[in-house]
């Protein structure tokens, strides 16, 4: 029922930048948290961005001051707003959805329920 559609991702060059975009469908935000989790090869999956329905922001370091999460209701949609992108960055994205009860958003991927495809994000040097 739950779909979760990530689009936007691609390559680019060190200090570009790119806007993920997470479609949600069958899904409501009502005491809900969507964020956005990488993982590169090799490497733990991460928590980059999360965003609860009462708008409550939370960030991993390494992006703090680069990336920006925000949502529109009236599209369902989450984005990922990421400035000045380094080699580092590069990993598949990836939009998740939690259940109900989260009023604090979490890094951790375990309080998520839904997960969507993925997008390929590779930054070059």
């Known amino acids: 029922q739950v779909h979760l559609v990530e689009s936007g991702g691609g390559s680019v060059q060190a200090g570009g930048s790119l806007r993920l975009s997470c479609k949600a469908s069958?899904?409501?935000?009502?005491?809900?948290?969507i964020g956005w989790f990488r993982q590169a090869p090799g490497k733990e999956r991460e928590g980059v961005g999360i965003i609860s329905y009462l708008g409550r922001t939370i960030y991993a370091a390494s992006v703090k001051g680069r990336f920006t999460i925000s949502q529109d209701n009236a599209q369902n949609t989450v984005y990922l707003q990421m400035n000045s992108l380094k080699p580092e960055d590069t990993a598949m994205y990836h939009c998740?959805?939690?259940?109900?009860?989260?009023?604090?958003?979490?890094?951790?991927?375990?309080?998520?329920?839904?997960w969507g495809q993925g997008t390929q994000v590779t930054v070059s040097s």
């Open positions: 998740a959805a939690s259940g109900p009860g989260c009023r604090s958003p979490s890094l951790s991927g375990i309080f998520y329920d839904y």
């Open positions: 069958g899904y409501s935000y009502g005491s809900s948290c």
